[in-house]
């Protein structure tokens, strides 16, 4: 039986995680679980799994009143502990954003398993993810469906034999709009993704193809390749996630309609296969197909160019492009930028940073909480632009 701590048990990852363990019930159990502010659905999780404690990342507030009576614990340095606690054999990190990088890198050292769905990790700090898990011996399974999908095609395959690997992209719910309509692009419209339910966060990043940037980024980082050995290619469905060219020409793909039900039992599971199928029926050529390609929109999309290079250029570079994001992310939710102007914020708060070597944890948080500043600034030094209509959808901090 392994024991999994779930970290962002209350968001979307968390759900689809949770729905394959409630399901697999013979093999793991599920001891520790975490939300941010959201007690009431964290509490409901608690009284069905009824795990050894739960984290709250936020004080309590108020109107605090559980019914589950089991441990609770506060703040983020618990997320952290929780990340290593010996209760759990697997950490599966569906934390959003750069609060997952503390947890990330605690579960590697403690020698766990990390299924890990939180890019943000790996984006801001890749090198130093990479050295927890030579340093404490953990092992490191993509949760993120392209990873996944190439971590499945790669299997056992040294390194050397890989000459390419192209991710696939929906293109986003803006994929067939004209460039002249999308500054009128509102939250609302922005987060109706055509093909995958996901948090408020990774749904704007997908409709700016930042999160393709930062997909780029993780998929450097996580098998050891080039910039230039990593494609992207719009592919509406989303039946194929990835695909790996090998070195004597022949190329693996993984298919499968888009559930992060699959990736996720894949992580919990591997290297055995959960006997598990999803809801969502398997793959049917004469249903799914065809199978559709078109080359990214780079022009009308700058952030996906801003994020590779970014991730190219390295050091403070990526750390800076994942801060600022998020606080243009924050921003466009919360009505205060336009959706052209989140690009702008994240490009003019690059140029204040370099590809200067980046070493320790602390000079992460450095750069991160200075990235935080300056893209605070560039979105309107501080004062609130008017709001867009339609803009009534807040963000997650
Ligand atoms: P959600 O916004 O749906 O959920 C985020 C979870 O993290 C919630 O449990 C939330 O708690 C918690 N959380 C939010 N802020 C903090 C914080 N500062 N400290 C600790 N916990 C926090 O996000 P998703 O599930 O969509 O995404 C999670 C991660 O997985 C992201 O990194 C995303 O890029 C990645 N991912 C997501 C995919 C998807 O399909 N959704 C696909 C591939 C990757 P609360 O509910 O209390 O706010
Ligand atoms: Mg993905």
Redesign the pocket.
């Known amino acids: 039986m392994k024991r999994v701590a779930v970290?962002?048990?209350?968001?979307?990852?968390?759900?689809?995680s949770l729905a394959v363990l409630r399901r697999n019930k013979d093999r793991f159990c599920v001891r520790v679980l975490?939300?941010?502010?959201?007690?009431r659905?964290?509490d409901a999780l608690a009284r069905e799994f009824d795990p050894e404690f739960v984290v709250?990342?936020?004080p309590p507030p108020e109107d605090f009143a559980p019914r589950w009576p089991g441990a609770w614990r506060h703040g983020?340095d618990a997320?952290t502990e929780a990340a290593q606690t010996p209760d759990a054999d697997i950490v599966l990190?569906?934390?959003?954003?750069i609060?997952?990088l503390a947890p990330t890198l605690a579960a590697l050292e403690a020698g766990k398993r990390l299924a890990l769905?939180?890019?943000?990790?790996l984006v801001a700090g890749g090198d130093l993810v990479l050295a927890a898990r030579n340093r404490g011996g953990g092992e490191l399974l993509p949760?993120?469906?392209e990873h996944s999908a190439i971590h499945q095609c790669i299997a056992d395959r040294p390194s050397a034999e890989v000459r390419r690997l192209t991710l696939t992209a929906s293109g986003g719910p803006f994929r067939t709009w004209p460039r002249e309509r999308l500054d009128d692009i509102t939250p609302a419209d922005a987060l109706a993704h055509p093909t995958?339910?996901?948090?408020?966060?990774?749904?704007i990043?997908s409709a700016t193809l930042a999160?393709k940037a930062?997909e780029v980024i993780e998929a450097a980082v996580l098998f050891g390749v080039d910039y230039d050995q990593v494609d992207v290619v719009v592919h509406p469905t989303s039946i194929i996630h990835s695909v790996v060219e090998f070195c004597d020409g022949s190329s693996l793909a993984q298919l499968g309609r888009p559930t992060?039900e699959v990736?996720i039992s894949w992580a919990l599971g591997f290297p055995d296969r959960l006997d598990d199928p999803p809801a969502e029926p398997g793959f049917d050529p004469l249903r799914d197909g065809p199978l559709e390609f078109e080359p990214l929109r780079h022009r009308d999309f700058p952030l996906f160019a801003a994020g590779v290079a970014a991730g190219r250029s390295g050091g403070e570079l990526p750390i800076a492009f994942n801060a600022a994001n998020e606080v243009a992310v924050e921003g466009f939710l919360a009505g205060r930028l336009s959706f052209g102007e989140l690009a702008q914020v994240v490009r003019r708060t690059l140029e204040q940073f370099s590809p200067n070597t980046v070493d320790s944890i602390d000079q992460v948080w450095r750069i991160d909480a200075r990235a935080r500043d300056v893209a605070r600034q560039e979105s309107g030094r501080g004062e609130a632009l008017p709001t867009r209509a339609g803009a009534t959808i807040s963000g997650?901090?």
Request: net charge negative.
């Open positions: 970290l962002g048990a209350t968001g979307s990852i968390g759900a689809s975490s939300a941010h502010r959201d007690w659905s964290l709250l990342t936020t983020a997320l990190n569906a934390v959003v954003g609060a997952g769905a939180n890019k943000e990790s949760v993120d469906s995958w339910d996901m948090g408020a966060k990774i749904s990043d999160n930062l992060m990736p997650d901090d």
